[in-house]
């Protein structure tokens, strides 16, 4: 009977698995995810390269103030706003970066104890979930930097405190239905170990639905970093992000107002972009529309 189990696992896994022979070409034939992932990757490149390819110093006076001295002109203080949207960008995308790779390590492994184990681990772990769900999670950010104090390290901390339970949350629902399936039963008939079920077997079936929520939580992430900096909760000058740059050019929206424009639309970008992709990532690794496929 283990045996016959044994293989009805192998078939599973090998139908429904989140890797698959075909994934790379579903990727290069779903355009949104290209055209959304070489967005992304450029923008990446910007942050690496950028302060090597165009090197001017974000921090100190090149120009005259509320000129179009350089390619996109110079902010209220005289620097270079070129020089400064690379490194706002980068802020941004590394602080959002930092909170979801803490909600992503948290998340799932409270997820994956609630929904293998059950019981009382399950209760607590859900039901505080919940409590931290039923609040705004912008209203809750703004309240925890404002009494922690505004700093990066604090930004990050938070945003990746408040998204753990929408990881949490998937991979649960997930685990609940993967623990009664029958190659489950079958590596416990053959003594595997809880541990080793949990990480083997479980959490390789649940990283197609993690990679997804990874991308619209960084999406959501950099929102909220723009909107705490923007209140001055987050990057605090002369660091620059996106939200500093967006809150510093409504000042002098009628005198120069690219500076307001080129770090919204840019924030609105790579927003779009990680949305869409985070789509079509989902039409590509979900494991139901692959073999529906």
């Known amino acids: 009977m283990a045996d016959n189990l044994a293989l009805a696992s192998t078939e599973v896994v090998g139908k429904t698995g989140p890797v698959s022979r075909g994934i790379i070409r579903r990727?290069?034939?779903?355009?949104?995810?290209?055209i959304s992932g070489a967005f992304f990757i450029l923008i990446v490149l910007v942050i690496l390269?950028?302060?090597?390819i165009y090197?001017?110093?974000?921090?100190?006076?090149?120009?005259?103030?509320?000129?179009?001295?350089g390619l996109l002109g110079t902010d209220d203080f005289g620097r270079d706003v070129l020089a400064r949207l690379i490194i706002a960008t980068r802020t941004s995308m590394l602080v959002a970066v930092g909170a979801v790779i803490i909600a992503l390590v948290a998340g799932?492994?409270?997820?994956?104890?609630?929904?293998?184990?059950?019981?009382?681990?399950?209760?607590?772990?859900?039901?505080?979930?919940?409590?931290?769900?039923?609040?705004?999670?912008?209203?809750?950010?703004?309240?925890?930097?404002?009494?922690?104090?505004?700093?990066l390290i604090n930004v990050v901390i938070v945003i990746g405190i408040l998204y753990v339970p929408r990881f949490t949350r998937v991979v649960y629902a997930q685990s609940v239905a993967i623990r009664s399936a029958q190659y489950v039963?079958?590596?416990?008939v053959n003594g595997t170990s809880t541990a080793s079920i949990i990480t083997r077997?479980?959490?390789?079936?649940?990283?197609?639905?993690?990679?997804v929520q990874a991308s619209l939580s960084l999406s959501f992430a950099i929102q909220v970093e723009a909107g705490l900096s923007f209140l001055g909760l987050g990057a605090?000058?002369?660091l620059a992000s996106l939200g500093t740059m967006i809150a510093s050019g409504r000042d002098f929206l009628e005198v120069?107002?690219?500076m307001l424009i080129y770090p919204s639309l840019l924030l609105i970008a790579i927003v779009l972009a990680v949305n869409v992709l985070g789509d079509g990532l989902r039409d590509v690794l979900d494991p139901r529309r692959a073999f529906a496929r």
């Open 27 to 34: 990727l290069v034939k779903n355009p949104r995810t290209c």
């Open 49 to 52: 390269l950028g302060p090597l």
């Open 55 to 69: 090197p001017i110093t974000y921090r100190e006076q090149v120009g005259i103030p509320l000129s179009q001295d």
């Open 108 to 151: 799932v492994g409270l997820g994956l104890l609630a929904g293998f184990l059950g019981g009382w681990t399950s209760t607590i772990i859900m039901r505080g979930s919940d409590i931290l769900l039923s609040f705004p999670a912008v209203i809750l950010a703004i309240a925890a930097v404002a009494i922690l104090g505004p700093d």
């Open 185 to 188: 039963d079958a590596e416990r």
């Open 201 to 211: 077997t479980v959490l390789p079936n649940v990283m197609s639905t993690v990679i």
């Open 236 to 238: 605090q000058p002369p």
């Open 256 to 258: 120069q107002p690219t």
